[in-house]
């Protein structure tokens, strides 16, 4: 069987029937495959676009999300949004094409070594030196990709092993040596994180990303309920508990609620289940109670110690960390610890400033309206705290962005990505007139693939995080000025989609519904003050 038909093969073997991608000379004899297979290829308008709407894909449907590209600038192109998925530990497969064996290494026409270019940030990387070999590396690549902390895998195929024939055979069970990611905690150390618990005045859990990774929200919540413990979140963390849980105390960071980072500050007793503590989560290792004790559970034991040492460190998976901890842990008396907690919100009351419209009352707006099955998309700047901070997570909502790498224009091929995967469900793309223009032409991959996410756009005519850390540290503005900006509703209404501007508070509401109800794709414009801060 010709390698470019494995190919296909070995996808469906994986249960993958959507691929996100961009054709090239490298990848000829694979598109020709795909062609007459059962596999859905979408036609992103540039590469970085195909990694992020994998992505969003994977977030929202459970499965691996797959992506191909050509060789040299296609391959490049990926590079920012393998990066993206890698430090939000997304899995997923990436295909390139590469130029024939014999001409490796010679700098011919859109050579380029694409497993060294990214090895800082991807979890595995092969290059295909024997077709006989292709069935056996895809399937320790999709391995790679979902078990233990999981995160991207790149295949490099050079064009002539595409049209190899070899037999083909796709193992059952793969064994890699040196790979055994652990995945049930050690029950002696279980047993001390529930003792060190119930010895605690103050305990206090932080949910990172690594639950939703895990699909543990359900045995999250019941922990919770059960313990009586109460919790804060990072930025990858939102979504653990729903915002009504009288035991979700916010978001911690540098943009989170100052009442959550207090509670940071003042736990005795601290349970990491997920979270990589990372700079903008605890904004310094200071933000921690330097005398509390620190329980860190994550499945990757590089994670544990890297900012703050352990008091008892806990390698394993969190869904079934939690699982063997359910049985044992008791109810607490927290109940003046919350109090303590809660005396510190400070409510700020939000009004629309003249002639403009208030973001963060337009995310509530729109809160109160979305379904509880609703996927929203944020992406980087003041918009992304603008709906991580006033968007209500309850059912099962989902909220995606990109957490780790900042990337600027993950929201819309996310929010395409996540609606292929869940045509059935509402999906929001909350955006700045900066990340707009970073990937507005994939306005065209949603037309021709028939989704229909709502697209929120809010415009401040500049760079609007950046303005405001200028802004925060005495400096003067600089750079981030959008002067020019086009006519954004125009723009959407060239590809097709009905748009409005609104620069009214009376015409919020109206607009929010007519675009929700319209079940089309909807493109919404707000008009911001640049004054606006993300706090």
């Known amino acids: 069987m010709k390698l470019s038909d494995v190919f296909v093969r070995c ?12 054709p090239g000379a490298a990848v000829l004899a694979i598109y020709e495959s795909l062609r007459t297979s059962s596999i859905h290829h979408v036609l992103v308008r540039q590469e970085q676009a195909a990694v992020h709407s994998a992505s969003g894909y994977a977030r929202t449907t459970g499965k691996v999300g797959v992506c191909i590209a050509t ?15 890698y430090m939000d530990s997304i899995p997923m497969v990436i295909f390139t094409g590469q130029v024939k064996s014999s001409l490796i290494g010679r700098d011919v026409f859109q050579e380029v070594d694409i497993t060294g270019a990214t090895e800082p940030f991807i979890k595995h990387s092969y290059l295909i030196k024997k077709a006989q070999d292709f069935p056996r590396i895809v399937k320790e690549a999709f391995y790679i990709a979902q078990t233990g902390r999981p995160g991207p895998v790149l295949i490099d195929i050079p064009m002539d092993i595409q049209d190899e024939q070899i037999d083909y055979i796709y193992p059952k069970e793969i064994n890699i040596r040196g790979y055994k990611p652990t995945v049930e905690g050690h029950m002696g150390q279980i047993k001390r994180v529930v003792k060190l618990l119930e010895r605690s005045k103050k305990p206090l859990i932080c949910v990172g990303g690594g639950v939703m990774l895990s699909h543990a929200e359900e045995e999250l919540r019941e922990f919770v309920a059960k313990s009586n413990i109460p919790a804060v979140h990072t930025l990858m963390g939102i979504g653990g508990l729903p915002t009504s849980s009288s035991y979700n105390m916010g978001m911690i960071g540098s943009h989170g609620f100052n009442h959550a980072n207090w509670a940071l500050k003042n736990a005795d007793t601290i349970l990491f289940m997920g979270a990589r503590i990372a700079d903008r989560a605890v904004a310094n290792a200071g933000i921690l109670n330097d005398n509390a004790n620190i329980i860190h559970i994550d499945i990757d034991p590089a994670e544990i110690g890297k900012i703050t040492s352990a008091t008892i460190p806990l390698v394993g998976d969190i869904g079934s960390i939690l699982r063997e901890m359910l049985p044992l842990i008791k109810p607490m008396e927290t109940a003046t610890w919350q109090e303590e907690i809660v005396a510190k919100v400070k409510q700020k009351e939000e009004v629309h400033a003249n002639g403009y419209i208030n973001p963060k009352l337009v995310v509530r707006k729109l809160s109160e309206m979305l379904g509880e099955e609703a996927i929203i998309a944020a992406d980087v700047g003041q918009n992304q705290f603008w709906t991580v901070r006033h968007m209500e997570m309850k059912g099962n909502r989902k909220l995606i962005c990109s957490g780790g790498f900042g990337t600027m224009g993950y929201s819309l091929p996310s929010a395409i990505g996540a609606a292929i995967g869940n045509k059935e469900k509402q999906v929001v793309s909350i955006l700045g007139d900066g990340s707009f223009q970073m990937s507005f032409f994939e306005l065209g991959t949603l037309i021709q693939e028939g989704v229909a996410p709502v697209i929120i756009l809010f415009n401040n005519s500049g760079l609007g995080m950046v303005r405001e850390l200028q802004r925060r540290t005495e400096l003067k503005e600089h750079g981030v000025g959008l002067k020019c900006n086009p006519d954004f509703a125009a723009i959407a209404r060239a590809y097709g989609i009905a748009a409005k501007t609104i620069t009214s508070p009376v015409e919020i509401e109206g607009a929010i519904q007519e675009a929700l109800e319209s079940h089309q794709p909807y493109f919404l414009e707000f008009i911001v003050s640049d004054k606006e801060s993300t706090l």
């Open 71 to 85: 060789s040299g600038p296609g391959a490049t192109n990926l590079i920012t949004g393998i990066a993206t998925a």
């Open 11 to 22: 996808l469906v073997e994986e249960n993958i029937d959507v691929i996100f991608g961009y």
